[in-house]
């Protein structure tokens, strides 16, 4: 097999993947056009399909091509796993950890970890990305992420998943608002009301516009603002009401006029999991983290 295909077609096909683009994956593989074209051919000469379409705006992948994407990256970070514990023996600890979380994650519970972390492991680097759970799912099936963070887990999956931490997501309310008298409110009542909430790259933004969705209502931000204090300020000046971790409400609410309003919405209350494709295959470093999250976790 190594006859037909090497790491460099890898590479290739994951930066064409990524890129949509023909051009763009040779440049970023440092491959000439033709050759890049050539490489691509002779990966669909051995395998008898096509692996992309060809069109005037770039590229897409074919089933056959989504398949070996697929698999590529999960070669390509054995390998970077590989260089990792390598390193460890010849240099000492060097590697990087790519770790995908959601917003609650990534906001309360992340930073006090990886300073601890990183202080710990001075020659690693983490690239720590927030996406909604399904995603990061994904990207860790994939290879294209090494941990992940999610909130549930599906019925059906090749991971293992650590529990992890309980998370709430409840209703902020100015105190004079209708529904800051309530105890407890179903998402639904709350969709006639302005809302404030995180700007389009956080996951909690794309949740609550799918919850909403769900139930049939359309939905979008009044205003959309950088970080969960922005929101819980502006919803203390009436600009609007907002759903936010349950644990950034009670902070802010000692020191902000703001009221918190229970959801009773089923997925308002979730079960934070770790997800990883294998724990002991990971390299040292990248284990050391999932500890240092387990240890991080409050005694009940």
């Known amino acids: 097999m190594a006859n037909h295909f090497d790491l460099t077609d890898l590479q290739l096909i994951v930066n064409i993947g990524d890129a949509s683009?023909?051009?763009?994956?040779?440049?970023?593989s440092h491959l000439s056009l033709p050759a890049a074209s050539n490489r691509v051919k002779n990966l669909e000469d051995h395998f008898g399909t096509r692996l992309f379409h060809r069109n005037s705006q770039g590229v897409t992948l074919t089933p056959s091509g989504?398949?070996?994407l697929r698999h590529?990256?999960?070669?390509?970070?054995?390998?970077?796993?590989?260089?990792?514990?390598?390193?460890e023996y010849a240099r000492g600890i060097k590697g990087q950890v790519r770790m995908?979380?959601?917003?609650?994650?990534?906001?309360?519970?992340?930073?006090?970890?990886l300073s601890r972390f990183l202080a710990s492991h001075p020659d690693v680097t983490v690239e720590l990305r927030e996406r909604l759970s399904?995603?990061?799912?994904?990207?860790?099936?994939?290879?294209?992420?090494?941990?992940?963070i999610v909130a549930g887990k599906p019925a059906t999956s090749e991971l293992e998943y650590i529990p992890y931490r309980e998370d709430r997501l409840v209703l902020v309310a100015p105190v004079d608002h209708p529904l800051s008298e309530l105890n407890e409110?179903?998402?639904?009542?709350?969709?006639?009301?302005?809302?404030?909430?995180?700007?389009?790259?956080?996951?909690?933004?794309?949740?609550?516009?799918?919850?909403?969705?769900?139930?049939?209502?359309?939905?979008?931000?009044?205003?959309?603002v950088g970080s969960f204090e922005a929101v819980c300020r502006m919803i203390e000046a009436g600009v609007g009401i907002g759903v936010v971790p349950e644990l950034v409400a009670k902070r802010y609410a000692q020191r902000l006029n703001i009221k918190i309003?229970?959801?009773?919405?089923?997925?308002?209350?979730?079960?934070?999991?770790?997800?990883?494709?294998?724990?002991?295959?990971?390299?040292?470093?990248?284990?050391?983290?999932?500890?240092?999250?387990?240890?991080?976790?409050p005694a009940p």
């Not at 683009?21 to 970023?28: C, D, N, P, V, Y």
């Not at 990256?73 to 390193?87: K, N, S, T």
């Not at 995908?100 to 970890?113: D, H, K, S």
């Open 66 to 68: 989504e398949a070996f």
């Open 185 to 224: 409110v179903a998402f639904s009542d709350t969709l006639a009301y302005e809302y404030v909430g995180l700007s389009e790259w956080s996951a909690i933004h794309a949740f609550l516009i799918q919850a909403a969705d769900k139930l049939g209502y359309p939905f979008r931000f009044r205003v959309e």
């Open 21 to 28: 683009s023909l051009t763009r994956g040779a440049e970023k």
């Open 100 to 113: 995908l979380a959601n917003t609650t994650a990534m906001t309360e519970f992340m930073p006090v970890v």
């Open 134 to 148: 399904y995603l990061v799912i994904k990207a860790v099936s994939e290879g294209s992420a090494d941990i992940g």
């Open 261 to 297: 309003v229970r959801l009773s919405d089923e997925w308002s209350e979730r079960k934070l999991q770790i997800c990883v494709r294998n724990l002991q295959q990971l390299p040292s470093f990248a284990r050391d983290l999932v500890n240092m999250l387990i240890e991080d976790v």
């Open 72 to 87: 590529a990256r999960l070669v390509l970070r054995q390998i970077d796993h590989l260089r990792g514990d390598i390193h």
